[in-house]
Nanobody, 115 residues
């Protein structure tokens, strides 16, 4: 059973940057498209960024131009570079396949944007 482990979250001031990592315990990227999701307090989980195939990516409107998804297939790792962070980006961030599969939800990594 492949597991996904997210890391890199933390407390950052508005305007700051963070880089999240998602490490897979096995080879999953060759079988599935991957994405980053987030869930803010009191809100539903939402898709933030994902690979859609053919080298293409999609982003939520709220993060376009600020977040970048990337991957290292040899390291079985997906990244999310987050720049110009805003308080509304505060959430627990998860990686999963696209579409998401219940079996791959991990603990996530907390991102808090606050002064």
């Amino acid at each position: 059973q492949v597991q996904l482990v997210e890391s890199g979250g933390g407390l950052v001031q508005p305007g700051g940057s963070l880089r999240l990592s998602c490490a897979a315990s096995g080879s999953i990227f060759s079988d599935y498209r991957m994405g980053w999701y987030r869930q803010a307090p009191g809100k539903q989980r939402e898709l933030v960024a994902a690979f859609t195939g053919g080298g293409n990516t999609i982003y939520a409107d709220s993060v376009k131009g600020r977040f970048t998804i990337s991957r290292d297939n040899f390291q079985n790792t997906v990244y999310l570079q987050m720049n110009s962070l805003k308080p509304e980006d505060t959430a627990v961030y998860y990686c999963n396949t696209l579409p998401a599969q219940t079996r791959y939800w991990g603990q996530g990594t907390q991102v808090t944007v606050s002064s």
